[in-house]
């Protein structure tokens, strides 16, 4: 944390005398999940801005890049030169991009559009332009250790007003994602507990036969693959589940192969979403621009925060893509307000993932948005309309993220690694 007098100067006038005084990285867990929020304090008493700087997996490292390194480039400057500050951030180190990086300047950006907000009076929403409709439709996640399992929690959640679900199913071994775990499924393999993409290839289309039967009609089905296929693969996975009409087929593969997305996109009679994986916004465009996709999933945080995720709304307008933005419960209450603002003022938006926070959620981050019958809302107080209430955040102390043990073991019956 910063709280020095600038050695980085202001490089031109500016209308007002409010500087930036402070800069800090706060971690709190309410939900066991660490979330990264920076909160950005001015000269003018009681103004300060909350942006979001979550990478769950690496919240230390984030942190301690926000407090040792990025914020003595911001103290004494004037918080509205939100686009220089934040390439600033980006440009300081050199060397360009990663998670750590733009989580790390996305808790910046926001929380400078949140002040904007507030020194303005408006909600950042209209900040953007104002509103091209009047809430985001979301889509919700239900995942069971068997079909009736999983269609049980997904009738539960249309009976609660959403239209959109994403239906995941346990798989066979410990490596299944979105679904509780089947141990032991392999008695007779090197690694016993591993995860078969052969399998999962014959499993999945079972699930959605059986959503199409017990679901009412109008309801879209979603799934994620969560980057594990070959392209032949994806495109085996699209075709037989054709019938069931799907929203759309998400992360069918991993970062490393998305030169090939063109060509499973073409061959997919499913529409396809990719971009959770991005970690700047440059991947991000490529996506858009090359053909890849129909949905750009990107984590705003991850490619740099609302500025950058602004523009790719842009071109993906411009592109005939449509956003979903990522939003998992290791996206804090601001990333997800900042999804929304996106939502209601973008006219390619598309859906957006929706998370549920628990209340201890609502008591760190007073303003958290609530989703009604399945639509978010974004907030009409100034800023983000959200606040953090800092003892009731250190209350919720985080740990190092259990991702590591899980990702060690997700292999395939061999014993090899396969993308968590």
């Known amino acids: 944390m910063a709280e020095t007098p600038a050695t980085f100067s202001q490089p031109w006038p500016v209308r007002s005398d409010v500087r930036i005084r402070k800069v800090e990285a706060i971690v709190t867990a309410p939900e066991g999940i660490p979330l990264v929020v920076v909160r950005i304090d001015t000269t003018e008493p009681g103004l300060y801005g909350l942006g979001c700087a979550t990478f769950t997996q690496r919240?230390?490292?984030?942190?301690?890049?926000?407090?040792?390194?990025?914020?003595?480039?911001?103290?004494?400057?004037?918080?509205?030169?939100?686009?220089?500050?934040?390439?600033?951030?980006?440009?300081?180190?050199?060397?360009?991009?990663?998670?750590?990086?733009?989580?790390?300047?996305?808790?910046?950006?926001?929380?400078?559009?949140?002040?904007?907000?507030?020194?303005?009076?408006?909600?950042?929403?209209?900040?953007?332009?104002?509103?091209?409709?009047?809430?985001?439709?979301?889509?919700?996640?239900?995942?069971?250790?068997?079909?009736?399992?999983?269609?049980?929690?997904?009738?539960?959640?249309?009976?609660?007003?959403?239209?959109?679900?994403?239906?995941?199913?346990?798989?066979?071994?410990?490596?299944?994602?979105?679904?509780?775990?089947?141990?032991?499924?392999?008695?007779?393999?090197?690694?016993?507990?591993?995860?078969?993409?052969?399998?999962?290839?014959?499993?999945?289309?079972?699930?959605?036969?059986?959503?199409?039967?017990?679901?009412?009609?109008?309801?879209?089905?979603?799934?994620?693959?969560?980057?594990?296929?070959?392209?032949?693969?994806?495109?085996?996975?699209?075709?037989?589940?054709?019938?069931?009409?799907?929203?759309?087929?998400?992360?069918?593969?991993?970062?490393?192969?998305?030169?090939?997305?063109?060509?499973?996109?073409?061959?997919?009679?499913?529409?396809?979403?990719?971009?959770?994986?991005?970690?700047?916004m440059t991947d991000a465009v490529r996506l858009v621009r090359d053909g890849g996709v129909d949905f750009i999933r990107s984590h705003i945080s991850g490619i740099g925060g609302l500025t950058p995720a602004r523009k790719l709304a842009d071109l993906a307008e411009l592109c005939g893509v449509r956003t979903a933005w990522h939003a998992p419960g290791d996206t804090s209450p601001i990333g997800a307000a900042a999804n929304v603002a996106l939502d209601v003022t973008s006219t390619a938006f598309g859906i957006q993932e929706g998370h549920v926070y628990g209340e201890a959620v609502h008591e760190v981050f007073p303003g958290t948005l609530r989703i009604v019958d399945g639509w978010l809302t974004p907030n009409e107080a100034p800023g983000w309309g959200i606040e953090i209430d800092l003892e009731a955040a250190a209350s919720y102390p985080a740990e190092l993220s259990g991702h590591d043990e899980w990702a060690a073991g997700v292999r395939r019956p061999d014993g090899a690694l396969e993308a968590p």
């Open 59 to 280: 919240w230390r490292a984030v942190k301690t890049f926000v407090d040792d390194h990025l914020s003595r480039l911001l103290i004494g400057r004037y918080p509205g030169d939100i686009g220089d500050l934040v390439r600033l951030a980006a440009f300081s180190g050199y060397w360009r991009g990663g998670p750590v990086t733009n989580n790390a300047i996305s808790g910046i950006d926001m929380a400078l559009w949140d002040i904007a907000g507030k020194r303005a009076g408006m909600p950042v929403y209209e900040l953007l332009g104002g509103k091209v409709r009047a809430a985001a439709d979301t889509y919700i996640h239900a995942g069971g250790i068997s079909i009736e399992d999983t269609l049980d929690q997904a009738k539960d959640f249309v009976a609660r007003g959403w239209r959109h679900v994403r239906l995941q199913v346990s798989t066979p071994g410990g490596g299944g994602y979105g679904a509780p775990r089947l141990s032991t499924e392999y008695p007779d393999a090197p690694y016993r507990n591993g995860w078969s993409a052969r399998d999962y290839l014959r499993t999945t289309p079972a699930l959605f036969a059986a959503a199409r039967q017990s679901l009412p009609d109008n309801v879209e089905l979603l799934h994620d693959v969560h980057s594990r296929l070959t392209p032949k693969e994806a495109v085996l996975l699209a075709r037989s589940l054709e019938p069931y009409r799907l929203f759309f087929l998400e992360d069918v593969l991993a970062p490393e192969h998305w030169d090939r997305l063109p060509e499973v996109r073409a061959a997919s009679p499913v529409p396809i979403a990719v971009g959770e994986l991005t970690t700047s």
